[in-house]
Structure formats: C-alpha cells, structure tokens
C-alpha cells in the first residue's frame, strides 16, 4: 500500500512539474476517450473486464507475498 501511495504521489509530482509531459498525459486521455467512444458500447465493456482482470491480478499477487 505504501509503495502504491509513493509511486502515486511521485507521478503526480512529476506531473505537476512538468509542463510538457501534462500535456502529453492529457492528449492522450482525450485520445483515448474519443476511440472509445467510437467503438461504444464494446470498448467500455472491454474496459471494464481489463480492469477487472488487472484488480484481480494484483490481490493475487499481493495475497502470495
């Protein structure tokens, strides 16, 4: 949890900081948001079970250590 609020706040950090790289991360969630809603409903139902699918892989990871 800790390792997860640190790489959080460190890419936030960054984020804040830097003015070209917020706009990047930005383009590329509009990017992202307008191919999606082009190929809508499928694409948030694959949206859902990727993430879904990547929760799940990290509770299994964290549950092994």
């Known amino acids: 949890m800790v390792r997860g609020i640190s790489i959080v706040g460190l890419g936030g950090g960054f984020l804040?900081?830097?003015?070209?790289?917020?706009?990047?991360?930005?383009?590329?969630?509009?990017?992202?948001?307008n191919?999606?809603?082009?190929y809508s409903p499928y694409s948030y139902v694959a949206a859902a079970i990727g993430i879904f699918a990547?929760?799940?892989l990290f509770m299994h990871r964290s549950g092994n250590s």
Do not use: A, F, W, Y
């Open 16 to 33: 804040m900081v830097s003015p070209k790289l917020r706009m990047g991360v930005s383009h590329l969630i509009g990017v992202c948001g």
């Open 35 to 38: 191919s999606m809603n082009l």
């Open 54 to 56: 990547l929760l799940t």
